[in-house]
T-cell receptor, first 118, second 119 residues
Framework: AQTVTQSQPEMSVQEAETVTLSCTYDTSESDYYLFWYKQPPSRQMILVIRQEAYKQQNATENRFSVNFQKAAKSFSLKISDSQLGDAAMYFCAYRSATRSGGSYIPTFGRGTSLIVHP | GAGVSQSPRYKVAKRGQDVALRCDPISGHVSLFWYQQALGQGPEFLTYFQNEAQLDKSGLPSDRFFAERPEGSVSTLKIQRTQQEDSAVYLC?????????????????FGPGTRLTVT
């Protein structure tokens, strides 16, 4: 079974600075998707960024970028120019891309709470 | 609607009561997931529908949990004889395409959740 580990329960950053949230995962598969989701206090979870494992290029969405290290099974999220609205829980998630059994079931980490100081 | 909606947003139930949680997915979305999110945890998979078919219910914690999506749109998660350990936020998510084939449209849109407190 796949596991997703977020070792930082909480992170803090000053407004306008850069912060990196870490995520590692364990899998024996070579084809999969990785995601970062943001869950603000209102609890509506939204997709921040996604990465397909077969793509070597790191995904980028405006101020959000990832550092995908496939061999190390690491998938960190970098938030540049942090804003007060970035404060939220961030979840890393894994989903297999293979067609087998329950492989479409996403596995989520326990989350990292990001605090942004003005 | 513009997004996934869930009702009620908050539910307090006495132990032993039955509850029903509703999810309205985005119109036209084929796939629908239910998740349970305990305090301080990530979402845990409960069950998956493709249209009206419940393809996977392996995450339902006991036979007290039952989910349906009879017309392939609105879904209801029912919990019978609620217990304190059922207290959690129940999230619903929908996706335009099926997730069970390679390359399927995989982006899930989440609802705001229903916070269930069992006293």
């Amino acid at each position: 079974a796949q596991t997703v580990t977020q070792s930082q329960p909480e992170m803090s950053v000053q407004e306008a600075e850069t912060v990196t949230l870490s995520c590692t995962y364990d899998t024996s598969e070579s084809d999969y998707y990785l995601f970062w989701y943001k869950q603000p206090p209102s609890r509506q979870m939204i997709l921040v960024i996604r990465q397909e494992a077969y793509k070597q290029q790191n995904a980028t969405e405006n101020r959000f970028s990832v550092n995908f290290q496939k061999a190390a099974k690491s998938f960190s999220l970098k938030i540049s120019d942090s804003q007060l609205g970035d404060a939220a829980m961030y979840f890393c998630a894994y989903r297999s891309a293979t067609r087998s059994g329950g492989s479409y079931i996403p596995t989520f980490g326990r989350g990292t709470s990001l605090i942004v100081h003005p | 609607g513009a997004g996934v909606s869930q009702s009620p947003r908050y539910k307090v139930a006495k132990r032993g009561q039955d509850v029903a949680l509703r999810c309205d997915p985005i119109s036209g979305h084929v796939s629908l997931f239910w998740y349970q999110q305990a305090l301080g945890q990530g979402p845990e998979f409960l069950t998956y529908f493709q249209n009206e078919a419940q393809l996977d219910k392996s995450g339902l914690p006991s036979d007290r949990f039952f989910a349906e999506r009879p017309e392939g749109s609105v879904s209801t998660l029912k919990i019978q004889r609620t217990q304190q350990e059922d207290s959690a936020v129940y999230l619903c998510a929908s996706s335009l395409g099926t997730l069970i084939i390679r390359g399927g449209r995989y982006e899930q849109y989440f609802g705001p959740g229903t916070r269930l407190t069992v006293t």
